[in-house]
Nanobody, 125 residues
Framework: QVQLVESGGGSVQAGGSLRLSCAVS????????MGWFRQAPGKERERVAF????????YYVDSVKGRFTISQDNAKNTYYLQMNSLKPEDTAMYYC??????????????????WGQGTQVTVSS
């Protein structure tokens, strides 16, 4: 059974940093996409960043490019979202996700099979 457990959310002031972690268990495929969605109150869910486990290819939504970095630690079956220069508009519940994929280009599209429980990120101005 696949399980994703997030940690690392919290409250920071604008310009600050946070690092989210997602520990993955029960998922041994290397051909998989892992990543993060977020959803702010009253807004639609938004894709944020993804990584293709096989080759480390990454994808970012335009609004976080240059500020967020997704990475993976295969030895720990954990992946991370380093968030720098945070803005109030980054405030949202962040969810880690995973699904199998044959190509890295699939990571930024389609539905995800597995979701974590979510971790709240709040950025104050």
């Amino acid at each position: 059974q696949v399980q994703l457990v997030e940690s690392g959310g919290g409250s920071v002031q604008a310009g600050g940093s946070l690092r989210l972690s997602c520990a993955v268990s029960g998922y041994t495929y290397n051909s998989k996409c892992m990543g993060w969605f977020r959803q702010a109150p009253g807004k639609e869910r938004e894709r944020v960043a993804f990584i293709y486990a096989y080759n480390g290819a990454t994808y970012y939504v335009d609004s976080v490019k240059g500020r967020f970095t997704i990475s993976q630690d295969n030895a720990k079956n954990t992946y991370y979202l380093q968030m720098n220069s945070l803005k109030p508009e980054d405030t949202a519940m962040y969810y880690c996700v995973a699904r199998p994929a044959h190509f890295s280009r699939d990571c930024s599209t389609g539905d995800y099979d597995h979701w974590g429980q979510g971790t709240q990120v709040t950025v104050s101005s």
